[in-house]
């Protein structure tokens, strides 16, 4: 049953060719699901070999080795408040109307050290930061120690009316790591607080994946650079901007090469030229079955073609395929269809490049605040803002829903994610998922 099943879905895919090219028909699946789109292309896809770098150039990159402590952290026990070293013993008992007076017998700022005694009458007066007394083992916070004589400093004498107990107010020697402890692990994200570890713990560089180049190649007849006025006929290349951005924000670094209009042999020539130059090529436009669509036939032709339509709106046509061994992903030219498809598979690519191990955005439920009628089977993603409020998450998809659009992407938070299946409507109330646009992958919610 199952196997007539999968021969038939087979049967369906393979069936689905859509064009044809010097009458060769292209044997690639239609429509797969936005899972397997993902999985195929990270499956074609690997690490980038390592590079070492500073350390503040490590904020959010991946570590690529083993990192240890050169040394014991912390590199003794150290008072962690101002106040005074004691044995808890001698002021054992100690109550507002018995105390135990001690006299200050020696002072330790941070950076100094004090290696002598303590006798049972005394104590010494320390800062937070420096090394505990040998002779002591707890620290009582000067705010709770009165002032008999002189000003709490050395020579004076000091009243404590409540006990201590050992190990009061102290940071033990290695209480974070020990001298030869593996601190970061191959495979850890490093984030801001991390760099301040990688730095107490003597490591200054640290082996990372190198971040993959991208060329980033808008294709259309009808484009003009941003920084000129669009004649009739004529759109500023939008795409190519926010796809470079959206390739920073993966880690990667972008380079927009010239506009290449809807020619099958000048793409051709701009995208095999860009494979051999950087790690990924991005181009948009072009990739659906139109008469001026080439993008799909030049990748079957130059390289191996492996995917042309995944089941989303916006969005359906998203070509992958390999040239010269370089990964080529054809997004769709509708801005839209464009940022979602890169974030949504060329995004997870770029960043299994650089050695992460997270692939997807964060999901939160949502109430819908307007409804929402699905009039497509495929699986939808919609522009939306998240909101608040006391019984939870909800959610307004914006008025303008247009694939053509990048204004309701930057005013909106999230995607409401309206999945495969018959046309329905959503109503208002009812409980939808969210994709969250600005959360790194790794944050799990
Ligand atoms: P296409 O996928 O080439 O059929 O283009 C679909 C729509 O997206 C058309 O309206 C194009 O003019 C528009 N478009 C294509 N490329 C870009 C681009 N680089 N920037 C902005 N809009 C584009
Ligand atoms: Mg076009």
């Known amino acids: 049953m199952l196997c007539i099943a999968s021969v038939a879905l087979l049967w369906h895919n393979i069936l689905c060719l859509k064009y044809c090219r010097k009458g060769i028909v292209l044997a690639v699946p239609e429509l797969i699901s936005l899972e397997d789109a993902r999985e ?133 020697a290695g209480e974070e790591a020990k001298a030869g402890e593996v601190i970061v692990h191959a495979g850890e994200v490093v984030h801001s607080a991390g760099i301040g570890f990688l730095a107490g713990c003597g490591v200054t560089r640290c082996k990372t994946h190198r971040r993959p180049t991208v060329a980033i190649i808008a294709t259309g007849s009808e484009l003009v650079e941003p920084t000129e006025v669009p004649t009739q006929g004529k759109i500023r290349n939008s795409n190519s901007y926010a796809l470079a951005a959206c390739a920073v924000d993966a880690g990667a670094v972008p380079t927009v090469l010239p506009i290449s209009p809807d020619d099958f042999e000048g793409l051709r020539a701009a995208v095999v030229a860009a494979t051999a130059d950087y790690d990924f090529v991005v181009t948009s436009g072009g990739a659906a079955n139109g008469d001026y669509d080439f993008i799909k036939k030049v990748v079957d032709d130059a390289g191996e073609l492996l995917m042309s339509t995944v089941n989303m709106r916006p969005g359906k046509a998203q070509t992958f395929g390999i040239v010269n061994g370089t990964p080529v992903f054809g997004l769709p030219g509708n801005p839209a269809a464009a940022y979602l498809g890169f974030e949504m598979i060329v995004r997870p690519a770029l960043r299994k490049m650089q050695g992460y191990s997270h ?79 600005d959360i790194p992958e790794e944050v799990l919610l």
């Open 40 to 172: 195929l292309v990270l499956a074609h896809v690997e690490a980038m070999d390592v590079e070492e770098v500073g350390i503040l150039d490590m904020i959010g990159r991946v570590a690529a080795e083993d990192l240890k402590s050169d040394i014991d952290i912390a590199p003794f026990a150290h008072s962690a408040m101002d106040g005074f070293a004691v044995r808890a013993l001698q002021v054992e008992g100690a109550a507002p109307d018995s105390p135990v007076e001690l006299d200050v017998i020696a002072e330790v700022p941070a950076g100094a050290w004090y290696g002598g005694e303590i006798g049972d009458g005394e104590c010494v007066r320390i800062m937070t930061g420096a090394p505990l007394p040998e002779a002591a083992d707890a620290v009582v916070k000067y705010e709770i120690v009165d002032v008999v004589s002189g000003d709490g400093r050395e020579g004076s004498r000091v009243a404590f009316a409540k006990p201590a107990t050992a190990g009061d107010n102290i940071r033990s």
């Open 359 to 437: 692939f997807e955005r964060p999901t939160v439920k949502a109430r819908l605040t307007e409804l929402q009628k699905k009039k497509d089977p495929r699986r939808i993603f919609n522009r939306a803002t998240l909101s608040k409020d006391d019984a939870g998450y909800l959610v307004t998809p914006a008025k303008n829903q247009s694939s053509g659009l990048f204004g309701p992407i930057q005013k909106a938070n999230c995607f409401v994610v309206l999945p495969e299946g018959e046309a329905r409507t959503y109503e208002v109330g009812e409980f939808v998922d969210c994709v969250l646009l």
